[in-house]
């Protein structure tokens, strides 16, 4: 409540001053509490933006935020070119971006009380009680606090600006990665999820001075991790070993597996065994109760945000598992227990990432031809340059086929599209990437995606 104030966030208004529509829209203000893992408890002021969706259009509201595989991307680039790395939380964000709309929030009850300890003199005066007798105090914002529909957006757009002020160009395959050529030949990076940044060149002393430029904006208090460690998106990211990149989240995987209902001892050598894909008609399968379906679905997503970042190796199975969230039985339980038994054996692995050569790209594509019940297949795709999986994929086909050569093509249909988004991000980040070698195991889908219907006797 001090920030709020201190920023000068909003101005009191007298309940009289205000018309009775925007009494009726004033939307009401939140307070959540969390503890970080130092044992630090962060509050943190919201508004509850949820009444503004019947006149804000989703896409008029709409803030852009750093791709995944951007992330990884950049960071084999670190690796490879032994970069200096920098992570940096900016305090407060929103608190720093004008908001463009009139928006009246009001306070209730001990959020008032606490506001008026905070500069008695002026918002005591502007206090007024509600039919149940809680005092109210109404507020117009100045700034865009969080939880309002366009504050993202808003404050996207003055940290772009910011960003091509001092020089920077955002590449078009991402408009949250932005890049700067020094003087001295080095290329600067800046990626950012919201008010989360990542900054990496070759240069230390670039990195230090984009960060002093940085905190001419937003203070003295910008939170600043430095070095071969650091924690950015809820991944440890370590650039420690000379050339490799590696990326774990063991604590995540371990509150999964504390979080699930059931006391997870066992281990397992694979995350899924052969009839991962195998489902039971509906008149002979036993349905999970509501709460442990419940339970299903939240597990699946928790383990769907760790397959997209440091647990690759289970996406397989929790693409499966995502198909089977509306319904499921008790042999899901029993599958989703199996990944959780895998984690449990596996909690310290790492992703490992070494580039050898950043013009080349290996992509690997396989698939499964007709495994799941509706005789769809499954496609799996990773991309190497050099050891390691830099991207991969797992995805159940969209359309039914009618041999393993066709399931193959589709294959690589799907992957086609961020085998080509791929190549043209490295491109526009100066790696010189040339050549994009794709490898399958089927010799008749080979020879017609290169050659087409010369190769087809149909």
Not at 233 to 251: A, R
């Amino acid at each position: 409540m001090r920030q709020l104030h201190d920023m000068r966030s909003f101005f009191p208004c007298g309940p009289k001053t205000l018309k009775r529509e925007d009494r009726r829209k004033a939307l009401s203000s939140l307070v959540f509490l969390k503890e970080k893992e130092s044992g630090e408890v962060k509050g943190r002021t919201c508004v509850n933006g949820a009444p503004q969706r019947e006149y804000i259009r989703k896409e008029d509201a709409a803030s852009p935020t750093v791709a995944m595989d951007s992330v990884f991307l950049n960071g084999a680039i670190d690796a490879y070119q032994k970069r200096d790395v920098a992570y940096i939380d900016l305090p407060g964000a929103f608190l720093h971006t004008l908001t463009n709309e009139k928006v009246i929030m009001v306070l209730r009850g001990e959020l008032c009380e606490l506001m008026c300890l905070v500069e008695p003199k002026l918002y005591r005066k502007y206090v007024c009680k509600d039919k149940r007798g809680q005092p109210v105090l109404y507020v117009e914002l100045y700034k865009s606090l969080y939880g309002l529909m366009r504050s993202a957006l808003l404050f996207y757009r003055k940290l772009r600006k910011e960003l091509e002020d001092y020089g920077m160009k955002m590449n078009p395959y991402d408009m949250c990665v932005a890049n700067k050529d020094t003087k001295h030949g080095h290329q600067l990076t800046v990626l950012w999820h919201v008010d989360d940044l990542k900054i990496s060149c070759k240069s230390k002393v670039e990195v230090t001075k984009i960060i002093c430029y940085l905190r001419n904006s937003y203070g003295d208090k910008m939170t600043i991790k430095r070095g071969g460690r650091g924690k950015y998106l809820g991944m440890n990211l370590d650039f420690s070993e000379p050339g490799v990149f590696q990326v774990d989240m063991c604590q995540y995987v371990r509150e999964i597996i504390d979080g699930f209902p059931e006391q997870i001892v066992k281990t397992s050598p694979t995350p899924h065994s052969d009839n991962l894909f195998t489902v039971k008609e509906d008149d002979s399968a036993e349905f999970l109760p509501e709460e442990d379906a419940m339970q299903f679905h939240r597990t699946t997503a928790q383990l769907l945000f760790l397959s997209t970042r440091a647990r690759k190796d289970i996406q397989t199975a929790v693409s499966f598992l995502t198909t089977r969230v509306k319904k499921p039985d008790k042999d899901d339980w029993h599958k989703i227990r199996k990944v959780l038994e895998y984690l449990n054996g596996t909690i310290d692995l790492k992703l490992r990432v070494e580039v050898k050569d950043l013009r080349v790209m290996r992509w690997f594509v396989d698939t499964a031809h007709m495994v799941h019940w509706d005789c769809k297949g499954q496609t799996g795709a990773a991309m190497t340059m050099g050891r390691g999986a830099v991207l991969s994929y797992s995805w159940k086909q969209k359309v039914n086929t009618k041999s393993s050569t066709e399931t193959e093509m589709v294959g690589v249909d799907d992957a086609i599209s961020n085998i080509l988004w791929s190549l043209y991000f490295l491109q526009e980040q100066g790696c010189g990437t040339k050549h994009v070698i794709i490898y399958q195991d089927n010799k008749s889908a080979i020879l017609l995606e290169s050659n087409g219907k010369f190769s087809s006797g149909k």
